[in-house]
């Protein structure tokens, strides 16, 4: 079985940085096939896309994250980041890492970011 397990939210003041990492495990087909993708959900709100990167590493992000968020990925480590930076409150949320590949795709549990003074 697919598992993806988040880390990194928490806290921050408006204009600071987060690292979020997203950890596979459990695919018999590797982790490189994968197009991983960082989504969040506010209260309130759909879950949206904040960035994806496919095998390739080709990216996507949406507005919102432009210029301020940077996704990546290792895959000897088996695992995907995203770099945020200039956070602003707007970008509270919890944030869920989702994985894409021949068919299947995978979610983790999600973490919270909170931005806030």
């Known amino acids: 079985q697919v598992q993806l397990v988040e880390s990194g939210g928490g806290w921050v003041q408006p204009g600071g940085s987060l690292r979020l990492s997203c950890a596979v495990s459990?695919?018999?087909?590797?982790?490189?096939?994968?197009?991983m993708g960082w989504y969040r959900q506010a209260p309130g709100k759909q879950r949206e896309l904040v960035a994806a990167?496919?095998?390739?590493?080709?990216?996507n992000y949406a507005d919102s994250g432009k210029g301020r968020f940077t996704i990546s990925r290792d895959n000897v480590k088996n695992t995907v980041y995203l770099q945020m930076n200039s956070l602003k409150p707007e970008d509270t949320a919890v944030y869920y890492c989702?994985?894409?590949?021949?068919?299947?795709?995978?979610w983790g549990q999600g973490t919270q970011v909170t931005v806030s003074s």
């Open positions: 459990g695919s018999s087909l590797g982790f490189s096939i994968y197009t």
């Open positions: 989702k994985a894409d590949g021949l068919g299947q795709s995978y």
């Open positions: 990167i496919t095998s390739r590493r080709n990216t």
